[in-house]
């Protein structure tokens, strides 16, 4: 509801004593079940009227639509159904094209299906505003390890034999790592690279730890494995 605010003196002033005084114009307040749910004031970026009307559906128990489908694309895409996952993703951008993790979640879910050429069109396409965002520079890095690994993937078992015949081969066991994250083994692969460190610290100018951190960004920070490497990582650093 759209009020004049020079018609309707005295509901300024019944929000004024309601702790809500009017100091600019427009206003906008959210009354949910005959309270005040939240306010703002003055002109606001598109982006955070949004936010602001997302927080409101959440707080109704419900949310927008971009919202629903994204949180269901990333469920399908951890149930490996990345190709359902695609679709869910690819309608949340259709609804809102601000929506980082829209972006981002489609492009590993393309990645997941092999189809790198596309997820790397879709990357052109995203808003320039999101660039810098945690969420598509972690794609980012997942499409561009992705194609490391690609290549990586058919030597492993030449890698896996130099290693075998000598332990110290650190450029063996570096390729490696990235063929074993192709694989989805995080775990190995992190190991491998946190071996590197152990063994010589600045191999390669730093080279191990510098694509261990490209592991992290494309895994996500608050993924498990993340987690755990990193904390091995601060071990053998502050050793």
């Given amino acids: 509801m759209k009020i004049d605010v020079d018609k309707n003196r005295a509901l300024v002033q019944q929000l004024s004593q309601m702790g809500l005084p009017l100091q ?70 259709q609804e809102d094209r601000e929506k980082p993790e829209a972006w981002g979640g489609l492009i590993r879910a393309l990645i997941a299906l092999g189809d790198e050429e596309q997820a790397q069109d879709i990357l052109a396409e995203i808003p320039p505003a999101l660039a810098d965002h945690a969420e598509i520079s972690g794609a980012k890095s997942a499409l561009a390890l992705a194609a490391e690994g690609r290549k990586a993937q058919g030597a492993r078992a030449g890698l896996e034999a130099r290693l075998a015949e000598n332990p110290a081969d650190h450029e063996a066991r570096y390729e490696l790592a990235t063929a074993l994250n192709a694989s989805g083994e995080r775990e190995a692969a992190a190991d491998a690279l946190l071996d590197i460190i152990r063994r010589q610290r600045n191999w390669n100018e730093d080279a191990a730890r510098l694509q261990l951190l490209k592991f992290f960004e494309a895994w996500g920070f608050d993924d498990p494995t993340t987690m755990a490497a990193r904390r091995k990582l601060s071990a053998i650093l502050f050793s």
């Fill in 24 to 93: 600019s114009i427009p206003t906008v307040v959210a009354f949910w079940q005959g309270q005040i749910a939240d306010t703002f004031q003055g002109a606001l970026p598109e982006s955070e009227v949004k936010r602001f009307v997302e927080a409101l559906l959440k707080l109704a128990g419900s949310s927008a639509p971009a919202a629903d489908l994204i949180a269901e694309g990333k469920a399908l895409l951890e149930a490996g159904q990345p190709e359902a996952a695609a679709q869910h993703f690819a309608a949340a951008v």
